[in-house]
């Protein structure tokens, strides 16, 4: 996982999956896999999925990396508290799934509450599911 910031003001984390590191071959696998730790946690809910990269390439003037092969995202919300109005404009929240040629990038904005960000990293974690497969450490650094 790498936690970094855009803009200044998001916390990004970011796992990248070597194709050697998993049994999900497709992003759409990886999807299914992340619905089902959703669907097993019980202050989570599944909302939907949004395929980013269809939606960019049927635009006028869309672009997509020439190694970007597929992009979606699964939106989800945990219900834990709602604390005030402006809680609202954290949720839902949203992983994000890349193919690249050699790999998968997972990525989702930092919540903040601590417990769903464990949920997350912990889901985001658990497609990296061959053995042997390396490190699964935690890395930050920032992004402008």
Same mark, same amino acid.
């Given at each position: 996982?790498?936690?970094?910031?855009?803009?200044?003001?998001?916390?990004?984390?970011?796992?990248?999956?070597?194709?050697?590191?998993?049994?999900?071959?497709?992003?759409?696998?990886?999807?299914?896999?992340?619905?089902?730790?959703?669907?097993?946690?019980?202050?989570?809910?599944?909302?939907?999925?949004?395929? #980013?990269?269809?939606?960019? +390439?049927?635009? &006028?003037?869309?672009?997509?990396? +020439?190694?970007? +092969?597929?992009?979606? !995202?699964?939106?989800?919300?945990?219900?834990?508290?709602?604390?005030?109005?402006?809680?609202?404009?954290? =949720? &839902? =929240?949203?992983?994000?799934?890349?193919?690249?040629?050699?790999?998968? #990038?997972?990525?989702?904005?930092?919540? &903040?509450?601590?417990?769903? !960000?464990?949920?997350?990293?912990?889901?985001?974690?658990?497609? =990296? !599911?061959?053995?042997? #497969?390396?490190?699964?450490?935690? !890395?930050?650094?920032?992004?402008?």
């Amino acid at each position: 996982m790498q936690q970094s910031l855009t803009r200044e003001a998001f916390s990004l984390f970011s796992l990248e999956i070597g194709k050697s590191e998993t049994t999900l071959s497709s992003v759409d696998q990886i999807l299914d896999h992340l619905k089902g730790c959703i669907e097993a946690d019980p202050a989570a809910v599944f909302i939907a999925t949004f395929d #980013h990269y269809a939606h960019t +390439r049927a635009l &006028p003037n869309g672009q997509i990396h +020439r190694d970007i +092969r597929a992009a979606s !995202n699964i939106i989800f919300c945990f219900g834990l508290t709602l604390p005030t109005p402006q809680a609202m404009a954290l =949720r &839902p =929240r949203s992983i994000g799934v890349v193919e690249l040629p050699e790999s998968f #990038h997972i990525t989702f904005m930092e919540a &903040p509450m601590p417990v769903a !960000n464990t949920a997350m990293e912990s889901w985001a974690r658990s497609v =990296r !599911n061959r053995e042997n #497969h390396g490190s699964t450490q935690i !890395n930050t650094d920032s992004e402008s």
